[in-house]
C-alpha cells in the first residue's frame, strides 16, 4: 500500500512564499506521473503541476513564473515552490501519483491535503 503525505501548508501573507512537500512511502515498484492540485470551496479539483518520472516538469500556464514544481526520484519526493502568493491561491492542495504496486497494477493514489492560505 501506498501513502502520500503532504506538508508545508499554512498561512501567509500576500507577497510571500511556501514550500509544500509530498513524501511518498510503502511497498510499491515505482512512482510514475505526480501531479498538485488544489481546490477552494465550492469548485472542482484542478490541477497546478506536474512531474513525469522521466524527468519532464510543467506547471500551468496561469502560475508560471510564481510556482515551480520538483522531484527527488530517490526521495520519492515532490515539491511546489510557490512564490508572489496571492489570495486566490487560497485552497487545499493535494499530492496525487500514478503508482505501479508490486502487482504490476497502476493505480492512482491521493495525499490528504494541506491547507493553503494567503491573506491580503
Known amino acids: 500500500q501506498v501513502q502520500l503525505v503532504e506538508s508545508g501548508g499554512g498561512l501567509v501573507q500576500t507577497g510571500g512564499s511556501l514550500v509544500l512537500a509530498c513524501v511518498a512511502s510503502g511497498s510499491f515498484l515505482s512512482i510514475n506521473d505526480i501531479a498538485w492540485y488544489r481546490q477552494t470551496p465550492g469548485e472542482e479539483r484542478e490541477v497546478v503541476a506536474t512531474?513525469?518520472?522521466?524527468?519532464?516538469?510543467n506547471v500551468v500556464d496561469s502560475l508560471k513564473g510564481r510556482f515551480t514544481i520538483s522531484r527527488d526520484n530517490v526521495k520519492k519526493t515532490v515539491r511546489l515552490q510557490m512564490n508572489n502568493l496571492k489570495p486566490e491561491d487560497t485552497g487545499t492542495y493535494y499530492c496525487?501519483?500514478?503508482?505501479?504496486?508490486?502487482?504490476?497494477?497502476?493505480?492512482?493514489?491521493w495525499g490528504q491535503g494541506t491547507q493553503v492560505t494567503v491573506s491580503s
Open positions: 496525487s501519483a500514478s503508482v505501479t504496486g508490486r502487482d504490476w497494477n497502476r493505480s492512482i493514489v
Open positions: 512531474a513525469t518520472r522521466g524527468g519532464a516538469r
